[in-house]
């Protein structure tokens, strides 16, 4: 499967714990995505990267979060000192951005993250 | 910034009759309007999209339609069958230098075909 690749698919943690998520993008994939679902709602937007340089975030995303794509490939969520809010789906998603085009956003499977 | 409202949360039709997912959104500088399916306990999967330069876009069964004055897209399932049941959420992104950013995406609609 040459799509989208993120671990763990699932993670429980005890509140106050520091966790890290990793996403492998589409290998040509140049912008990356990081997302956030909890039930019943659509994705919401946490940070993007083109290649290497993070370009925005949002405000969701407070200080205890922080993500990194150091060689412009993959890519590292970390979440410190987790709160019980914290617990969701975090979706990763890759896609070419060219001058004269953009590929969609193919996500991956998600890491599911339980914060007790 | 963007704001993408979704209607409806829910939508049961018989199996063969045709579903109508509507969305409007709030920034007329948007030009990008993809549709992605996610079935439970999976990723999201895109299933059609639209460019503004275009009304109308259509694939087999699923089509979407745009109206960029009115700021609202549709999607419409025809001849409907149980794998369409999902949950569907539509989203909209607008331009900026270095391309199309961010995707901001509606609640969700969950679709349920019944037999």
């Known amino acids: 499967d040459t799509g989208v690749s993120q671990n763990p698919r699932h993670k429980i943690t005890k509140r106050g714990q520091n966790v890290t998520f990793r996403c492998d993008p589409i290998?040509?994939?140049?912008?990356l995505y990081w997302y956030r679902q909890t039930l019943g709602q659509g994705p919401e937007f946490l940070t993007y990267?083109?290649?290497?340089?993070?370009?925005?975030k949002s405000r969701l995303l407070s200080d205890r979060f922080s993500a990194e794509r150091p060689k412009g490939s993959f890519s590292t969520l970390e979440i410190q000192r987790t709160e019980q809010g914290d617990s969701a789906m975090y979706l990763c998603?890759?896609?070419?951005?060219?001058?004269?085009?953009?590929?969609?956003?193919?996500f991956g499977n998600g890491t599911r993250l339980t914060v007790t | 910034g963007e704001n993408v409202e979704q209607h409806p949360s829910t939508l049961s039709v018989q199996e063969g009759d045709s579903a109508v997912i509507k969305c409007t959104y709030s920034?007329?500088?948007?030009?990008?309007f993809p549709w992605y399916k996610q079935e439970l306990g999976k990723r999201p999967q895109l299933i059609i999209d639209?460019?503004?330069?275009?009304g109308e876009k259509k694939d087999q069964r699923i089509a979407v339609t745009l109206n960029k004055t009115a700021k609202h897209f549709s999607l419409h399932i025809t001849e409907t069958q149980p794998e369409d049941s999902a949950v569907y959420f539509c989203?909209?992104?607008?331009?900026?230098?270095?391309?199309?950013?961010?995707?901001?995406f509606g609640t969700g609609t969950r679709l349920t075909i019944i037999p």
């Open positions: 990267f083109q290649n290497e340089a993070q370009l925005e």
């Open positions: 290998s040509e994939h140049n912008r």
């Open positions: 998603a890759s896609s070419l951005v060219r001058p004269t085009d953009n590929s969609p956003l193919h």
């Open positions: 989203a909209a992104s607008s331009p900026t230098f270095f391309g199309n950013e961010k995707l901001t």
């Open positions: 920034d007329s500088a948007s030009n990008y």
């Open positions: 639209i460019r503004s330069n275009v």
